[in-house]
Nanobody, 124 residues
Framework: QVQLVESGGGLVQPGGSLRLSCAGS????????IGWFRQAPGKECEAVSC????????HYADSVKGRFTISKDNAKNTAYLQMNSLKPEDTAVYYC?????????????????WGQGTQVTVSS
């Protein structure tokens, strides 16, 4: 059974940092792409960052370029999202998802498995 479990969310002041983790089980993460998505209240789900199965290709939303970094440790079956210089507009529930095709698509519909999400709140 494929499972994804996010952790690392919380409350942080503007300008602060958080590192989200996505622990996978029931599958080999090296064979899957991982995407991080977020959804704020009243807004649509947004692709934040994605990484291909081989870790060779990454994608970032324009709103997070230069501030967020995605990585994937295939040996640990865990993906990460390092978030720096956080802004109030980054407040959302963050989800990780696994894509069987491994391409690292920015489209939520292309992902096959999803975690339960972790809340990130950026506020002073």
């Amino acid at each position: 059974q494929v499972q994804l479990v996010e952790s690392g969310g919380g409350l942080v002041q503007p300008g602060g940092s958080l590192r989200l983790s996505c622990a996978g089980s029931g599958f080999t993460m090296g064979h899957y792409a991982i995407g991080w998505f977020r959804q704020a209240p009243g807004k649509e789900c947004e692709a934040v960052s994605c990484i291909s199965s081989s870790n060779e290709r990454t994608h970032y939303a324009d709103s997070v370029k230069g501030r967020f970094t995605i990585s994937k440790d295939n040996a640990k079956n865990t993906a990460y999202l390092q978030m720096n210089s956080l802004k109030p507009e980054d407040t959302a529930v963050y989800y990780c998802a696994a894509e069987v095709l491994g391409k690292g698509s920015p489209l939520a519909a292309d992902y096959d498995y999803w975690g339960q999400g972790t809340q990130v709140t950026v506020s002073s």
